[in-house]
């Protein structure tokens, strides 16, 4: 079973930066596209960030410019770097994987259990 974990939330100011770690675990072939989503209280969740295993990309327009996806393949790891951060930032951000190959079965839509990130002054 594939199990996704995030880390790297907290309470940043605005301006700051935060990096977070979606690591996931299991017996793993092959992971595909993994993204970064978020759910602010009382809105949708949405699409932040996703890169595909070539590392090609797409970002919100909120976020252009001012967060960077990125994945070690080798530690089936996906990482958010976050600068500028702003108070309409705030939210918990779920790490999700489109589909991944774990031993001899495809997974699809795996969500990790989120990370909550807070700027505020």
């Known amino acids: 079973q594939l199990q996704l974990v995030e880390s790297g939330g907290g309470l940043v100011q605005p301006g700051g930066s935060l990096r977070l770690s979606c690591a996931a675990s299991g017996s793993i072939v092959s992971i595909g596209v993994m993204g970064w989503y978020r759910q602010a209280p009382g809105k949708q969740r949405e699409l932040v960030a996703s890169i595909a295993r070539g590392n090609s990309t797409i970002y919100a327009d909120s976020v252009k410019g001012r967060f960077t996806i990125s994945r070690d393949n080798a530690k089936n790891t996906a990482y958010l770097q976050m600068n500028s951060l702003e108070p309409e930032d705030t939210a918990v951000y779920y790490c999700?994987?489109?589909?991944?190959?774990?031993?001899?079965?495809?997974?699809?839509?795996?969500w990790g259990q989120g990370t909550q990130v807070t700027v505020s002054s």
């Open positions: 999700h994987v489109e589909r991944a190959l774990v031993r001899t079965t495809w997974q699809y839509a795996v």
